[in-house]
Structures are given as structure tokens and as C-alpha cells.
């Protein structure tokens, strides 16, 4: 086999699955290409080099994974089992070879064999799995999870086409599906063992003992994928499942198909396949709905199935009691998707097992916690009861009666809340629309209910959950969010991490980020400045390269880099960023050359997906495209400000970027965000934030030092005033404000009718008007913070000493602190090394 001028054959194809040594890693490699082949053979290619070492990759990790269950199969731990619509993984080659400490070993072993690890790692595509940042969030969880050797285990769903591909034209931004799985993914191992049969639709009979029975319906199998964690320098690889639908053999009906009615004939596969084929199908129709909710109850039920299979697995036989659940196994609820896990569970103990309706609900709320993400009220979930109804009778029912349960133990035991219940209980009987709301199951039935930074669990506990609050006074917690030092610092800024290695003397940063605060000590130190400058213009350099092939732009790596990516939505207020940079680009134009020339030159790169049929926020795209056409083809000023719309914003991009980046926007309406985490991975990375008092940007602050952090905008609690205020005519707009929306409305930016985006920004009331995200307000302030970052920068000794403060204050917001106090203060579970 040939590659890259280099014959491969030379090295011996010998299977060595716990290879160290470069040489035997490159035997193993080879041995992958040529016995466990996945294309035509002789050749070597970087994609096929890219399978064969993924292969030899997974043999160390089946080693470890299976150990792991051996031992905790032996030790019988309590398990956490965390359930979550959305995982964003990123790319899995870097991080397996980083955690289990073997990147130069995978390095030379690729040189030898004529390819580069670089160039070898993009060849992969990120797994699709998730959209934001409530998948990523997932994500750095397991890392976590695995690295402090916690017995855990991720569930989701394998979606084929993601949420989709973006794609940027004239038009703005087109969908397209993901292709991750276009080929296949080396890092999942299918168990055709583990499958188990969900239920849609049926009925409800009663049995002759009285008990209540679900009968008939559409029945799809659901079938394991799992998916190898690693945890950093440990033995531990937990994993994460996910599942995938399937109708099997007996559905497909041969006389139908032989009559020439080959839809019918295959009616439930392609039923089943469409289970799993995309994340967040459109809702807007009814059986975009349906298809919605068939997904969470597919994630829910599968996966109570299997906890339940492996708990009755390790019991003893007779000398256990299902009583005995909630002290092996802990269930996490990443959000409102997974809630039908609730009556699910109920379902399960009740209708299978035989249990009483008391015991069943003790043991779930013991079981059950759950994570609060938002205070946005479309994100509330409420779903029609009419479908809940149609898809989950038996759920339905069981819903109907925990609502029921809830409202009694209400009135006579807080005679006070009377007046609210209608608000506090489950099921919403509003004729014209009935619902069920989802959040508030949740609160109701989990023991833990948590928000995910200090400033939203006080917001959870003073407004939303307040009357819960009242009546469960222990049940709310806070976990503020983090991130893992290990993708997001160790892995994708190598340069950055060595020089922190080589002050504070020592690499135990990687799994105790409050080290980094010692680096404060050196933060005026010159040569600690020196190379902190060098490390950073290593990173740009990096991404100013990747900004030329993805999107044709030179960009100048001495301009300040300054980034805002996140999905598109106007709480978030792109908006706002590039309404800035027009009116920056603007005063650029009215400047003489002199004057231009005393100006702090700026890159401002914006990215991230607008979700399908969100018409603003594909607007936004599209307006930040437009304003970068003018911009960076005007002779005159693109000198000193390029505007960037970087596409299909996903891990991987996130790792080239983050690292590159010296000013981050953060810019959310104060009170809308409920945490944010690339806030976090911006910080651990040295770039200073501009941003609001919102979610974790507060602990930030407080954590890096206020003089380190570019503050501006109204704080949370004086948002609600100025909505009543603007109601009441009571606003008056900034005049660059006005100047800039002016300047789009005049057609500086091309044709297309950008009113009616412009106009959520006017008016005093009425639906999409008025500025609800308060974009009017906060712009002068953020136009006096901008002004404040410019100067800062000119200063360059100043901003290297910010920026190593930032890093230096970072240690809070690793997610192994998260994930410690997940596992001491809801989940009771403890480590279990692999020995």
C-alpha cells in the first residue's frame, strides 16, 4: 500500500491492540488497513489512513471499556444515568489519543507510515448529535464523568442527519443534512443484544385483578450503539448509549410488496427510520409535533428499559426489592426533553412489575432529578394533550393522576397557594389550547431541581419555581456549569498549555484547574508575556488560515480578533454586534486616512446556526453576510475592520476559533441566558469578554477580577422596568443607534428589505415590535464598552496582563468541579476506579 510517497508495506501488518510504542502502533495501524477493511484494497489515503487508526484507537478502548464494566459489575456501585437529547461531541480521534496520553506515540506511528496526525484528524467529521449549548454542556459532562472514574453512563438518540449543515450563499444560510454517517463512525460499537420494544398509540385495558394494561399500538425496536468515553489518564471509559429505531423482519409485508405496494409493505421501517433521522424536527405541523414527542418517549423508554434490565441483572436472585432501585441508580434529566421518563418509570414498576401506586412513586422520586436550562417560555415545553393523549394513552392517564395526587396534597396542606394551583399544576385545561407542562412534572415529581449558574437559580427560586419553592424549600439547588480543560485548553491550544505547564512547574492543571490561579503571580512578568504573545499569535495565525479556506478572506493577524459565536437568537443579540460594526464601519468612511490610522484595527468574526424556521434570526445571518460583502471589499477601510461570517459553527470549529480569539462577545439581555459555557471556554483561553451581568458571566467576573472584564448593560432586575417603560413611550433611542439602523435602511448593504427585522427594534408594543431584548437600551453602553476595548488594546503589555488574569481565574468553571458536586449533593454516587 502507497501513501504519500511512503511505502507502507514496509511496516509489518501485525495486530498489537495495546500498542505504546510508535513502531507497534504503526504495525497495528497497518494491521487495521488491510484486515479490517473498510475500502478497496492498496490504498492509503488519508481517509483510509483515518479508519485504520481510529481501529487501532478503539482496541485500547474496548480493552479499558470492557474492564470498566467488569469492575463495576463486580463492585455494584449506584450509577448515574444521564438522559439527554442532544450530545455535541466534536471529534473523538484527538481527545482518545489526549486522555489516554498517547498523541506523540500516535504521531510518530502516522510519520512512519507517510502521513501527518494533523491532517489525518481532519479527516474526521463531528458526530451530529446535538445543536448548542445543552448538547456540548452533555458532552464535557462525560468527560468528566470518566475522568474522575465516576460509574455513569450517557443515554441519547444516534440522529443520522443532525440538525444540518450550513451552508451560506447570496440568499443567506441553506440546510442541508449532516453526512457524519454518509460512510460509517469507527467510535460506536452496535450490541444487536440489547434492543428493546417502545411502544406508541394502543389503548388502555383493564386487566381482570384491576390492573391497567397498555395494548396493541406501533411497536419500534430500539437497538444500542455505544460510544467509548475515555476519562483523562485513567483506566475509566464509561460510555455513552445511544439509540437507534428499527422495525424488524416480521413487519415487512412480503404479500403486500409482491401485490407492487412496496410503501405499505415497508410502512413501520420507514416509520421507524424516521424516529431517528434528524434533531428537532420541525414542529409547525402536527405530525412534526407527534414526531417530536415519539423521539423523547423513544430516549425515555429505551432507556429506563435497559437500567431496569441491568439493575434486576445484578440482584441476586430473590434477596432484592425493587425498593432497592433508588439507592443503585441515579437518573439525571438534562432539560424538559427527557421528562416522559417520569410516567414512564411509573408505567414500567406499575404495569410490568406489579408495584402499588405509592411505591412506584416513591421510588421514582427518588430516582428522578432534574436540570433546569432556561427561563424562556417557548423553551418551557408544553405539549397539546390531545397528542400526549393519541401517542401515550397509558402516560396520559398516569400524568393525569400524579396532576391529580399533587393538587389534593396542595390543598390541604397549603390552603395559601389556592389561588395559584392553576398555575402550579401539571395539566393546563385551557378549552381552547390544553397542555401539559413539562417544567413543572419536573418539579413535582424530581427530588433535586437545579439551575445551572448562581444568577438563574436565584431567578428559578425567586420567580418561576417560586411557589415550589415555598413548598419544597430543599429541592432547589444551584450547579453552575463547566467546561473541560481537557478539549478546551490541554488539546486544542497545545501552545498555551505547555507554557502554563512550564510555570506553574507542573501539568496537574489538566484535573485541578483551581492551579491556574498561581499563574497570577506572573501575570507582569515579561517573559511570561512573551511567550503568552507569541502562544496567541501561534492561534491566530492558525485561524486566520482556516478563515481563508473556509470562506475565501485574508484576515489580518494583527488586528484584534474579535469573536461572538453561539446559535442565532435574539436574546443573544447578534444583532447588536453587527449594527455596532456598521456604525464602526461607517465613521471608518467619514475618517480621513490619518484618522483611520489611529484607529484599533478589527476583525469581528461572527458564527452559529439559525434554526430552520426561525425567520429573524436566518435574517440576522444574512444581514452580518451583507454588511461583510461591503465591508471587506472596501478599499478604503478593510484595513482596519474585516467582518467575518464563519460557517457551519460547530466543535470543531469552536476549537480553532476559541484559542484564536482575544475579545469575546457575550452580549445576552441580562436574566435571558441561563448560564452560557463558551463564555467559559473563551476565558480558560485567555480572550477577554465583553458582555451583560448575565448567566455565568457574573461568576466570571467575579472570578477573574471586574477590571479584567468589559462590562456594560442593564442588570436583571431592572430589565422588567424598562420593558414597562418602553410600553409607556418612555424610550429614547441613542442616536448612533438610529444613525446605524438608518445606514442599513438606505441600501448601503444591498437590496434586500431588511424592515421587517429592523422593525422588532421599533414600536413600543405589539408582537415582534417594541425590542423586547432591549437591543435599543444597552447600545450605548456597549458602544462606551467597545471604545473602552480599543483603548485597552493599544496598550499591549496591559492586555497580555488581562488576558493571563483570565485564564489565571478560570479554575472555577471546569466541569470535574460541576460534575463533583453533581455526584455528592444530588446523585449520592461515589468513584470506582478501575485498579
Not at 462525560?142 to 475522568?147: R, V
Not at 449532516?178 to 428493546?196: G, I, M
Not at 422495525?247 to 412480503?254: I, M, N
Not at 419544597?472 to 501552545?495: A, D, M, V
Request: charged content about 25%.
Amino acid at each position: 500500500m502507497t501513501t504519500n510517497g511512503t511505502d507502507s508495506t514496509k511496516i509489518p501488518a501485525i495486530s498489537n491492540p495495546l500498542a505504546e510504542k510508535p513502531s507497534e502502533i504503526a504495525s497495528n495501524i497497518n494491521y487495521h488497513a488491510k484486515f479490517t477493511p473498510h475500502f478497496s484494497p492498496f490504498k492509503f489515503q488519508p481517509e483510509q489512513a483515518y479508519y485504520a487508526t481510529a481501529d487501532s484507537v478503539r482496541d485500547r478502548l474496548i480493552q479499558q471499556w470492557n474492564e470498566t464494566y467488569e469492575h463495576y459489575h463486580k463492585v455494584d456501585p449506584k450509577q448515574t444515568y444521564y438522559l439527554s437529547m442532544e450530545y455535541l461531541q466534536g471529534r473523538a480521534l484527538t481527545n482518545a489519543i489526549g486522555n489516554l496520553n498517547l498523541q506523540d506515540a500516535y504521531a510518530d506511528a502516522l510519520n512512519k507510515l507517510g502521513h501527518d496526525l494533523e491532517n489525518i484528524r481532519e479527516q474526521e467529521k463531528d458526530a451530529a448529535l446535538g445543536n448548542g449549548g445543552l448538547g456540548r454542556l452533555a458532552s464535557c459532562f462525560l468527560d468528566s464523568m470518566a475522568t474522575l472514574n465516576l460509574p455513569a453512563w450517557g443515554y441519547g438518540l444516534r440522529y443520522r442527519y443532525g440538525l444540518f449543515k450550513q451552508r451560506i450563499t447570496k440568499e443567506g444560510q441553506e440546510e442541508t443534512a449532516e453526512d457524519w454517517l454518509e460512510k460509517f463512525s469507527p467510535w460506536e460499537v452496535v450490541r444487536h443484544d440489547v434492543v428493546f420494544p417502545v411502544t406508541f398509540f394502543g389503548h388502555v385495558e383493564v386487566t381482570p385483578e384491576g390492573s391497567r394494561k397498555l395494548v396493541g399500538g406501533e411497536v419500534i425496536q430500539a437497538l444500542a450503539y455505544d460510544v467509548p468515553i475515555p476519562g483523562y489518564k485513567t483506566k475509566n471509559t464509561n460510555s455513552l448509549r445511544l439509540w437507534d429505531a428499527k422495525a424488524v423482519a416480521q413487519d415487512f409485508d412480503l404479500f403486500q410488496f409482491n401485490d407492487g405496494q412496496y410503501e405499505s409493505a415497508a410502512q413501520l421501517h420507514s416509520t421507524a427510520q424516521q424516529i431517528c433521522a434528524v434533531l428537532y424536527p420541525g414542529d409547525a405541523t402536527e405530525n412534526g409535533k407527534l414526531l417530536r414527542l415519539k423521539q423523547q418517549f423513544f430516549l425515555c423508554s429505551a432507556s429506563l428499559q435497559d437500567i431496569m434490565a441491568r439493575f434486576k441483572e445484578r440482584r441476586d436472585e430473590g434477596s432484592w426489592n425493587w425498593s432497592d432501585f433508588p439507592t443503585k441508580v441515579a437518573v439525571q434529566l438534562n432539560d424538559t426533553h427527557p421528562t416522559l421518563a417520569i410516567p414512564e418509570l411509573m408505567r414500567l414498576l406499575m404495569d410490568v412489575e406489579g408495584l402499588g401506586w405509592d411505591e412506584a412513586w416513591d421510588i421514582t422520586t427518588k430516582t428522578i432529578a432534574y436540570t433546569n436550562h432556561t427561563v424562556l417560555p417557548e423553551a418551557l415545553e408544553k405539549w397539546s394533550q390531545v397528542v400526549m393523549k393519541k401517542l401515550l394513552p397509558r402516560h396520559m392517564e398516569i400524568i393525569e393522576e400524579i396532576d391529580k395526587r399533587f393538587m389534593a396534597m396542595v390543598s390541604s396542606t397549603r390552603s395559601d397557594l389556592e389561588s395559584k394551583l392553576s398555575s402550579l399544576r401539571i395539566l393546563d385545561n385551557n378549552p381552547q389550547k390544553p397542555v401539559v407542562r413539562m417544567a413543572n412534572m419536573c418539579v413535582v415529581s424530581a427530588h433535586t431541581v437545579n439551575g445551572v449558574a448562581q444568577l438563574h437559580s436565584d431567578i428559578l427560586k425567586a420567580e418561576l419555581f417560586v411557589d415550589y419553592v415555598s413548598i419544597w424549600p430543599t429541592k432547589f439547588q444551584n450547579k453552575t456549569n463547566g467546561i473541560t480543560p481537557r478539549r478546551w485548553l490541554r488539546f486544542c491550544s497545545p501552545e498555551l498549555s505547555s507554557i502554563i505547564t512550564k510555570w506553574l512547574k507542573t501539568d496537574e492543571w489538566v484535573t485541578n484547574l483551581d492551579l491556574l490561579v498561581k499563574l497570577r503571580e506572573f501575570a507582569d512578568n515579561m517573559e511570561l508575556q512573551a511567550e503568552w504573545a507569541s502562544a496567541k499569535m501561534a492561534n491566530k495565525r492558525r485561524l486566520a488560515d482556516y478563515v481563508l479556506q473556509v470562506t475565501g478572506l485574508t484576515i489580518d493577524p494583527d488586528s484584534l480578533f474579535d469573536i461572538q459565536v453561539k446559535r442565532i437568537h435574539e436574546y443573544k443579540r447578534q444583532l447588536m454586534n453587527i449594527l455596532y460594526a456598521v456604525y464602526r464601519y461607517k465613521k471608518l468612511k467619514e475618517m480621513s486616512p490619518e484618522e483611520r490610522a489611529k484607529t484599533t484595527a478589527r476583525t469581528i468574526m461572527i458564527g452559529g446556526k439559525a434554526f430552520a424556521t426561525y425567520t429573524n434570526a436566518k435574517r440576522i445571518v444574512k444581514l452580518v453576510n451583507d454588511v461583510g460583502a461591503v465591508v471587506n471589499s472596501d478599499p478604503e477601510v478593510n484595513n482596519y475592520l474585516k467582518v467575518v461570517f464563519v460557517p457551519n459553527y460547530n466543535v470543531s470549529v469552536a476549537e480553532m476559533l476559541i484559542p484564536g480569539s482575544e475579545l469575546s462577545q457575550h452580549i445576552s439581555t441580562a436574566g435571558m441566558e441561563a448560564s452560557g459555557t463558551s463564555n467559559m471556554k473563551f476565558s480558560l483561553n485567555g480572550c477577554l469578554i465583553i458582555g451583560t451581568l448575565d448567566g455565568a458571566n457574573v461568576e466570571i467576573r467575579e472570578e477573574i477580577g471586574e477590571d479584567n472584564f468589559f462590562l456594560f448593560g442593564a442588570t436583571a432586575d431592572e430589565v422588567p422596568k424598562l420593558r414597562k417603560d418602553r410600553e409607556n413611550g418612555l424610550f429614547k433611542p441613542d442616536p448612533r443607534f438610529e444613525e446605524s439602523k438608518e445606514f442599513i435602511r438606505s441600501g448601503a448593504f444591498g437590496s434586500y428589505d431588511y424592515n421587517p427585522l429592523l422593525d422588532s427594534l421599533e414600536g413600543n408594543t405589539g408582537y415582534g415590535r417594541g425590542d423586547y431584548f432591549l437591543v435599543g437600551h444597552d447600545f450605548a453602553s456597549y458602544m462606551d464598552a467597545q471604545a473602552k476595548v480599543d483603548e485597552a488594546y493599544k496598550d499591549k503589555k496591559k492586555w497580555l496582563r488581562m488576558s493571563i488574569l483570565s485564564t489565571a481565574g478560570s479554575g472555577k468553571f471546569s466541569s470535574d468541579r460541576t460534575i463533583a458536586q453533581y455526584a455528592k449533593e444530588i446523585w449520592n454516587i461515589k468513584a470506582c476506579p478501575v485498579p
